[in-house]
């Protein structure tokens, strides 16, 4: 069925109605199939972060073969709230004529099921300094528990490249590693950037061999972890469940 608009900002459609975007808040949109009620988001962008840093980890130009990303528990703060843009810092080891870098979100591991936040040209990383690039402007992600975030390279490039890491990230007992947490969570002391978002765990692929790069990265297995420094922005929902109408 239309959407129907009523009055005092309120909506009423099917659950498989896509509820607009453009309201006012405060807006209320009723389902007429499952009776519930959701009312128009607000709250300002929040953007978390890990900017421990100490090294530089190799990134490799073959499509899929690094994957370097995070998992998030259901505690997490990304949990609930909309990704809009990632942000990596990343250097070129020389010049590049092709080649693209994409970050996605999601978990499923076939390909064609996670989404693509964003994507930067190769060409226009920096051969000569580590830089801060956004990925964003294609499209949005609700995290849900167990979701990742990751870098992948998406289309081959002409050379590798590095990205800024914390290379001498502790073991606090057996992997997958805390990170993000606050107190013992990896970086230790995690002094720069969020140290509560909640439970976070590195994951992270590093060969030479190609796979498809919307799919999600195994967690981290090595005997130190590799926490990328990272920036996430993330906007609260469009729409919240507030209730039932019954």
């Known amino acids: 069925m239309a959407i129907t608009y009523l009055s005092g900002q309120r909506l009423q459609g099917l659950s498989s109605d896509t509820k607009p975007t453009d309201l006012p808040l405060g807006s209320q949109f009723e389902e007429t199939d499952t009776f519930k009620i959701y009312q128009s988001g607000g709250g ?46 990343i250097k070129s080891t020389g010049s590049q004529s092709v080649g693209v870098l994409s970050v996605y979100a999601g978990q499923s591991a076939s390909t064609g099921n996670n989404t693509l936040i964003g994507s930067v040209n190769a ?43 914390f290379a001498n990230a502790p073991t606090y007992g057996a992997i997958p590693y805390d990170f993000w947490g606050s107190g013992d969570a990896l970086p230790d002391g995690n002094t720069l950037g969020t140290t509560d978002a909640g439970t976070t765990y590195v994951t992270y692929r590093n060969t030479e061999i190609v796979s498809d790069p919307d799919v999600v990265a195994p967690l981290d297995g090595a005997t130190t972890a590799h926490p990328m420094i990272i920036k996430v922005d993330s906007a609260p929902p469009a729409w919240v469940e507030r209730g039932t109408a019954i």
């Open 123 to 165: 060409t226009a990383i920096s051969t000569s300094v580590y830089t801060w690039y956004e990925f964003t402007d294609t499209g949005t992600h609700e995290i849900v528990a167990d979701d990742h975030i990751w870098l992948t390279t998406s289309t081959t490039a002409t050379v590798n490249l590095g990205v800024r890491y």
């Open 44 to 89: 300002a962008d929040v953007q978390i972060s890990n900017e421990n840093e100490d090294d530089n980890i190799a990134f490799s130009k073959v499509v899929g073969a690094s994957k370097y990303g995070y998992k998030f528990a259901s505690d997490h703060y990304l949990v609930g709230r909309v990704v809009k843009s990632v942000w990596y810092k």
